[in-house]
Nanobody, 114 residues
Framework: QVSLVESGGGLVQPGGSLRLSCAAS????????MAWYRQAPGKQREVVSS??????TSYKDSVKGRFTISTENYRFLFLQMNNLQPEDTAVYYC?????????WGQGTQVTVSS
């Protein structure tokens, strides 16, 4: 069992930056990879970026060059978000993938608006 707690969301103007953090506790050694997902109102949850502990990363096309994911041995997961745009507005969720299931955080709201 892994518990995930996100922080760092908020209201920012277009072009601004935010850094999301996710603190993991519990059976960290069961984590195979971690990711950030987001869900905008009326839309399905989508993966934004993922990473493994050996540094392999992937990004949704629309955030490439603006967002950077990083992890500290799966104990912390970060998402640096630069040049935020209104279409980035969503609830952002921290995800940990295990062999047979996934762990999720409660989510943190990111709102990009002038």
């Amino acid at each position: 069992q892994v518990s995930l707690v996100e922080s760092g969301g908020g209201l920012v103007q277009p072009g601004g930056s935010l850094r999301l953090s996710c603190a993991a506790s519990g059976n960290i050694f069961s984590i195979l990879s971690m990711a950030w997902y987001r869900q905008a109102p009326g839309k399905q949850r989508e993966v934004v970026s993922s990473t493994t502990n050996d540094g392999e990363t992937s990004y949704k096309d629309s955030v490439k060059g603006r967002f950077t994911i990083s992890t500290e041995n799966y104990r912390f997961l970060f998402l640096q978000m630069n040049n935020l745009q209104p279409e980035d507005t969503a609830v952002y969720y921290c995800n940990a993938r295990h062999r047979i299931n996934n762990s999720w955080g409660q989510g943190t709201q990111v709102t990009v608006s002038s």
